[in-house]
Structure formats: structure tokens, C-alpha cells
T-cell receptor, first 116, second 110 residues
Framework: DGGITQSPKYLFRKEGQNVTLSCEQNLNHDAMYWYRQDPGQGLRLIYYSQIVNDFQKGDIAEGYSVSREKKESFPLTVTSAQKNPTAFYLC???????????????FGSGTRLTVV | SQQGEEDPQALSIQEGENATMNCSYKTSINNLQWYRQNSGRGLVHLILIRSNEREKHSGRLRVTLDTSKKSSSLLITASRAADTASYFCATEFYTDKLIFGTGTRLQVFP
């Protein structure tokens, strides 16, 4: 089955640590995205990538970094510079960029990050 | 920045009733999409309506789009307890970047 896999499902981070969230897709989608969701709120865009080896900042990129070395993978690193990292992180992908027609995004099941 | 605002923020209904959620947005769009999120889970794509379309149906879902008013509505007919979830509208610009609204929490009581 095609889809997006996020791991781990739960992650605990100590103050001052960097942590990396994994996102892998086997849908052959060109574009991948990272969103952050805080309790009771909508999704805010952190970073997105429309092609391998290229990515753009979203609305809340400060304190985060990404890489896109392979089409299938788009890991997100939450750095110690992110002052309030506790949140639910969602990865998504889409095929719209290359086809010029959007069919919607496919989302992973999310990673819940907690600072301890 | 959040593009869309959903209204109401929360909605409680009985099984069998219809549920209507509204979404307003601020700028021109290429398309508008609706997603469902069950508690603690990822989002599931429900329906996409393009800027040149006014109405679209998918099963028990009906979506309308009024680009002159920059608004959309999602109607779920004959609601079921399994429809209990948060519903988000999201708008897409020509850069293929989805911007989400704040969501409506729907509770359907058996």
C-alpha cells in the first residue's frame, strides 16, 4: 500500500537537544511538507520541498531545519533554537507540482513531540 | 499566517441530522480543499473544489464555493457518530502550498 510513514509516533526531548522526525513516502510524489499543530488549532506550515535538493521556508521555520536528499524522504530536525517545540508534527506529500493539477495532500499519522 | 477561518468553531448534533460548516478566506485561490482529522491522527483529504467550480458532491458530502464572497461551506448529510472529528478547510495558491484554517470540531451524538 502506498502512503506516508512518520516515525516515531511519540518523541520526548530534553531542553537543549536537537531531535529529528522521520517522514518517508512511497507515493512517488514530488512535493513534501511539514506542518505543526498546537492543541485545538489549525496547521501551520514549517517547511516544504517541491523537488529533490530544494526546499523553502514556511510561516514558522525558525528553529527548524530540513533536508531533501531523496524524493522519498523529508526529515525535519527540531533544533535547540526552537523555544516551544511541544506540538503535533504532520508530514504530507502531493503530486500537484509536476502535473500542474492538485488532487489534495496525503498526510502521515503524525509525531507528538514533548519537551521534558 | 492562517488563510481560512471556519465557523462555527464547534458543532454538536444528533445522528441523522445535517452538519454545515463554513470557511472564509482572504485572497485569491486556485482551489479549496476540505480535510477531516480524527483526534490525535493525521488529516484525511475529503474533497477538492476548484476556483471555477461552484458546487461539488462526494457521497454524503456537499461543498459549495463562492469566490466573490471568498467563502465555502461543507455540508454532511445524515450525520453518523463516526463523523465525529475536526474538519479543516485549506486553500491552495498557484505555488502549490496549502494554507489551513482553524477548524470546526464536530460532535455527533448517537
Amino acid at each position: 500500500d502506498g502512503g506516508i510513514t512518520q516515525s516515531p509516533k511519540y518523541l520526548f526531548r530534553k531542553e537543549g537537544q536537537n531531535v529529528t522526525l522521520s517522514c518517508e513516502q512511497n507515493l512517488n510524489h514530488d512535493a513534501m511538507y511539514w506542518y505543526r499543530q498546537d492543541p485545538g488549532q489549525g496547521l501551520r506550515l514549517i517547511y516544504y520541498s517541491q523537488i529533490v535538493n530544494d526546499f523553502q521556508k514556511g510561516d514558522i521555520a525558525e528553529g527548524y531545519s530540513v533536508s531533501r536528499e531523496k524524493k522519498e524522504s523529508f526529515p525535519l530536525t527540531v533544533t535547540s533554537a526552537q523555544k516551544n517545540p511541544t506540538a503535533f508534527y504532520l508530514c504530507a506529500s502531493s503530486s500537484g507540482v509536476r502535473t500542474g493539477t492538485s488532487y489534495g495532500y496525503t498526510f502521515g499519522s503524525g509525531t507528538r513531540l514533548t519537551v521534558v | 499566517s492562517q488563510q481560512g477561518e471556519e465557523d462555527p468553531q464547534a458543532l454538536s448534533i444528533q445522528e441523522g441530522e445535517n452538519a454545515t460548516m463554513n470557511c472564509s478566506y482572504k485572497t485569491s485561490i486556485n482551489n479549496l480543499q476540505w480535510y477531516r482529522q480524527n483526534s490525535g491522527r493525521g488529516l484525511v483529504h475529503l474533497i477538492l473544489i476548484r476556483s471555477n467550480e461552484r458546487e461539488k458532491h462526494s457521497g454524503r458530502l456537499r461543498v459549495t464555493l463562492d469566490t466573490s464572497k471568498k467563502s465555502s461551506s461543507l455540508l454532511i448529510t445524515a450525520s453518523r457518530a463516526a463523523d465525529t472529528a475536526s474538519y479543516f478547510c485549506a486553500t491552495e495558491f498557484y505555488t502549490d502550498k496549502l494554507i489551513f484554517g482553524t477548524g470546526t470540531r464536530l460532535q455527533v451524538f448517537p
